[in-house]
């Protein structure tokens, strides 16, 4: 594996904002079509994570499903339409600073607001198949994902 892009998620103590329910893949498939499929990131936690400090949100299985549907009324086009979700899977997964989570482009999560004291630090590295162009290599098409269901 070789690296495609990188970024650190700052939520601040109580100004952190949300991350609505989405895929990966969307973001990804404007750079670089269905080689988005392969990509995989690691959120590497700095601080811990729990429920009031927005941690990590996943719908288990979920990346097994494909593109999602997209929130086409949302300003983003990159949302996935929370309507067509099951909240009720939703698992939170709390952890202690140094841990890793792993995920594929397909998984649907999301992360809730700080509202904690507390900051909550993360970096992601994301990572292709050796061999390919790096995000900022490839030209962004936004208009691609107009592709995607
Ligand atoms: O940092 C987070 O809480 C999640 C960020 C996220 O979902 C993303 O960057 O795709």
Redesign the pocket.
Known sequence: MAPFTSKL?LKRAREGSE?PW?Q?YPYWYAACREDAADMVTA?VFLDDADAGN?A?RVLPGSHLGGPARRDRAAPTQYLAAAATLDPAHEVVVEVPAGSVIWFGSFLV?R?SPNTSGRDRR?L?PTWQPTGRPRLFEREYRRELVEELP
């Open positions: 998620n991350f989405h990966d959120i927005g990590l999560h992360s993360a992601l």
